[in-house]
């Protein structure tokens, strides 16, 4: 283990309370900025507010060691240490750009609480050349003569295996400018280079476009393979087949070519569209990620013209639905293909059954219960009487199902998979359909 630092990070939401609580499970000091005491209370009694796996095992630890912290007091957090991480929200603004107001709020409070050297480093994925506007807003509001470096460190977590992603980096980018900068990193990060994974350090623009590039590019992995599914529906092919042919190609790889309903949640959608904006601003006619992003709408909407094509009507229908985050492991709905296709179910006047097992409360605040919207804390419950079973979250226990107290439970046995989560082939007893497959 490298030497311990003290480390301040701001914002606790999924990326910034993953990064708090890693840092100090490595054994340095973290204090953890919040913008509200809202939640102030069960975080320091070591509960994460939100779901990861593995975070709140990890943040209690680290908080009766008495490694972690929180507060809301902005000059606290400034004067706590010399490196800060910027891990605040960069949403979608209304013109598809990357909203950056946190990320000035923040940098302003900032700079007007400086006491000595600090490097702050951007951690929220933010649009190429931002630590420049960065670095001038912390010049004009700081003590004249302050010294500091802006840095950033662009994060690769996925949401639900968090705390592993970050442990386990395949990669880590650090953007610098300066050899204080680069020392400080290296010390930080010493117990995962000395583990063989990769640092990679260049500047501050290259590390900030890498972000926006890595993730576009797996935006347009998972069209391309919905876009052969689509294909394979109506040429009788088994899109499965055809991943695992063109996946064997080392150059291709396996992952990230499972068709389905398409990407969600609060990175790939906002960061293809920033990117899109960002090529724009520069001149440039992003077409190819335009066209990503037109296949990943359609998949909502040609899963939803399946289930009416096999439902005929969807109104009074029973219609159970398992899964409503994004994705499997997190119970974050931003973006999830579930809020359109509930949405449009609930106009057509369908009964819906709601299950998942970690967002039901996230997604209660959009879809109240009512008489014909009714959420269940078991897997099997939802499909008493149901007339079509919907799979829209690959989740492991729905994986997992027993099949023959799914039949017994529903009206009719009919499934249609979004995430082709079963083998077809298994499937023998239900009116089995999934994407693009035989
Ligand atoms: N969620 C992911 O999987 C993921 C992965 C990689 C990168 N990112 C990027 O990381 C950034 C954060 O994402 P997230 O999912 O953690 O967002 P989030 O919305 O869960 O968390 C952001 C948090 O910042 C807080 N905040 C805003 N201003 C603040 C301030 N002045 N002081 C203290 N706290 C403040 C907000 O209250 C919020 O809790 C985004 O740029 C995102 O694109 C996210």
């Known amino acids: 283990m490298g030497d311990l630092m003290k480390i301040t990070v701001i914002g606790a939401g999924y990326v910034g309370l ?169 010390k930080l990060y010493d117990p995962f280079t000395e583990k063989g994974h990769h640092l990679l350090i260049t500047n501050p623009s290259t590390a900030e476009l890498i972000k926006h590039a890595s993730n576009s590019f797996l935006a347009m992995k998972i069209s391309y393979i919905n876009m052969i599914a689509g294909l394979c529906d109506k040429v009788d092919v088994d899109v499965e087949m055809v991943a695992e042919g063109i996946g064997l190609d080392e150059r291709v790889g396996k992952k990230f070519l499972n068709a389905g309903i398409g990407y969600g949640g609060s990175c790939f959608p906002k960061d293809v569209k920033a990117f899109i904006k960002i090529a724009e601003d520069h001149g440039l006619e992003f077409g190819l990620l335009k066209e990503a992003e037109k296949i990943n709408a359609h998949q909502r909407r040609a899963f939803l013209d399946k289930v009416e094509d096999i439902l005929w009507i969807n109104k009074d229908k029973n219609i159970a639905i398992w899964g409503l985050a994004f994705k499997p492991d997190t119970d974050d709905i931003r973006e999830a293909p579930a809020i359109d296709i509930v949405r449009e179910l609930k106009e057509n006047g369908a009964n819906l059954l709601l299950h998942d097992p970690e967002a039901i409360n996230n997604f209660k605040k959009i879809f109240p219960e009512s008489d014909h919207l009714k959420y269940y804390e078991d897997q099997y419950e939802v499909l008493r009487n149901a007339d079509a079973l919907l799979i829209i979250t690959e989740w492991g226990l729905y994986r997992s199902a027993n099949l023959k107290k799914v039949k017994k439970l529903m009206r009719l046995p009919i499934i249609i998979d979004g995430r082709n989560i079963f083998q077809p082939e298994k499937m023998k007893e239900f009116e089995y359909y999934s994407m693009g497959r035989r």
């Open 18 to 186: 993953v990064t708090a609580v890693c840092f100090a499970d490595l054994g340095n000091e973290v204090l953890c900025a919040k913008k509200t005491e809202s939640n102030m209370d069960i975080l320091k009694k070591g509960i994460s507010p939100i779901y990861e796996d593995g975070l709140t095992e990890m943040l209690k630890k680290n908080v009766e060691d008495g490694r972690i912290n929180f507060t809301t007091d902005i000059q606290e957090a400034v004067n706590f240490s010399d490196i800060i991480f910027i891990c605040v929200g960069t949403p979608q603004s209304e013109n598809g750009k990357a909203d950056l107001s946190q990320v000035e709020d923040i940098s302003h409070n900032i700079a007007r609480y400086m006491n000595g050297y600090k490097l702050i480093v951007e951690k929220s994925t933010v649009p190429v050349n931002t630590h420049r506007w960065v670095k001038k807003t912390i010049k004009r509001y700081a003590p004249e003569g302050t010294d500091f470096d802006v840095a950033s460190n662009p994060e690769f977590l996925r949401e639900g295996t968090g705390v592993y992603d970050f442990m386990n980096p395949d990669r880590i980018v650090v953007g610098v400018e300066s050899d204080i900068a680069k020392a400080l990193f290296k």
